[in-house]
């Protein structure tokens, strides 16, 4: 079994900032991609950010300049630091890695659980 296990959400006022964690635990062989979704209510759940190397990030236009992803391999972990929050930033943020659990299996999607980040006056 393979865990991810967000952290870091919350009630913050626009402009404000926030950083949020993800650490994956279980029966991990490798992990490749690492990432964040978000979904808000009545809309689907859209990409926020990528990470598969330092070099290698992906972020969607809406946060680009305002939202930083990094990661750190030794832990498994990844994270979000979130500045400029705005309303429309409101979601339930989900955490996403990209795992094989041996050197024979196939890559698999995992989720966490999520974490509500609410921006609001």
């Known amino acids: 079994q393979v865990h991810l296990v967000e952290s870091g959400g919350g009630l913050v006022q626009p402009g404000g900032s926030l950083i949020l964690s993800c650490a994956a635990s279980g029966s991990i062989f490798s992990i490749n991609a690492m990432g964040w979704y978000r979904q808000a209510p009545g809309k689907q759940r859209e990409l926020v950010a990528t990470?598969?190397?330092?070099?290698?990030?992906n972020y969607a236009d809406s946060v680009k300049g305002r939202f930083t992803i990094s990661r750190d391999n030794a832990e498994n972990t990844v994270y979000l630091q979130m500045n400029s929050l705005r309303p429309e930033d409101t979601a339930v943020y989900y955490c996403?890695?990209?795992?094989?659990?041996?050197?024979?299996?196939?890559?698999?999607?995992?989720w966490g659980q999520g974490t509500q980040v609410t921006v609001s006056s």
């Open positions: 996403h890695a990209g795992v094989r659990t041996d050197w024979r299996a196939t890559w698999l999607p995992y």
């Open positions: 990470i598969t190397s330092p070099t290698s990030t």
